[in-house]
């Protein structure tokens, strides 16, 4: 007979779902949209995004054009019917607060997104927009494997291919290189 202590109770057993949904939401293993196995609570379903043009949404959503153009609206347009805070959240606080500080030039900043994103190894999608990005900025194709290579020493040779592979999908794209 197993003890008690090795049985987790039922608020045990609701944290631990609601962790493993949140990880799968967190990896984007799980597609949101119309997911029925997901709590009501944390569906979008009816809401909107809060559109008030206050000084940082208007800062943020010129500097996402300026730096991601049609890209960054997409991804934007992508979360108002599942996560319209998070749309809103995306180009108030990166956009709006961080890319308009003076700190460093927007071609630094995208250095330093791609070099994140691409040793991070899990967020390809992201990756593809800020290597769009970089290109918009100033980043050359070169510079852009360049950073990939270095992440290489430091995030290995897996999230380094991921990037590559990112990098190839936004050249091709781009007709910087054909498929």
């Not at 996402?64 to 108030?92: C, F, H, M, Q």
């Not at 040793?119 to 927009?129: I, S």
């Not at 897996?158 to 290189?177: D, H, T, W, Y």
Request: aromatic share 8%; charged share 25%; with cysteine.
């Amino acid at each position: 007979m197993q003890s008690r202590q090795n049985q987790p109770d039922e608020s045990k057993r609701e944290f631990l779902q609601s962790s493993l949904v949140l990880a799968t939401i967190s990896f984007g293993y799980l597609v949101l949209d119309g997911c029925s196995s997901l709590p009501y609570s944390i569906r979008a379903k009816g809401q909107t995004m809060n559109t008030e043009r206050n000084e940082r949404f208007v800062r943020g959503w010129d500097k996402l054009k300026e730096i991601d153009g049609e890209a960054g609206e997409k991804v934007i347009e992508s979360l108002k019917n599942i996560a319209p805070d998070l749309a809103r959240y995306t180009i108030e606080y990166p956009f709006g607060d961080i890319y308009s500080r003076q700190g460093l030039d927007l071609k630094s900043r995208e250095i330093a997104t791609v070099a994140a994103l691409s040793a991070m190894g899990n967020a390809e999608p992201q990756l593809r927009v800020h290597i769009n990005a970089a290109l918009n900025v100033g980043c050359t194709p070169e510079e852009i494997i360049e950073i990939i290579i270095q992440m290489s020493v430091y995030a290995g040779f897996p999230a380094a291919l991921n990037a590559a592979s990112a990098a190839k999908m936004v050249f091709v794209e781009r007709g910087i290189i054909s498929a």
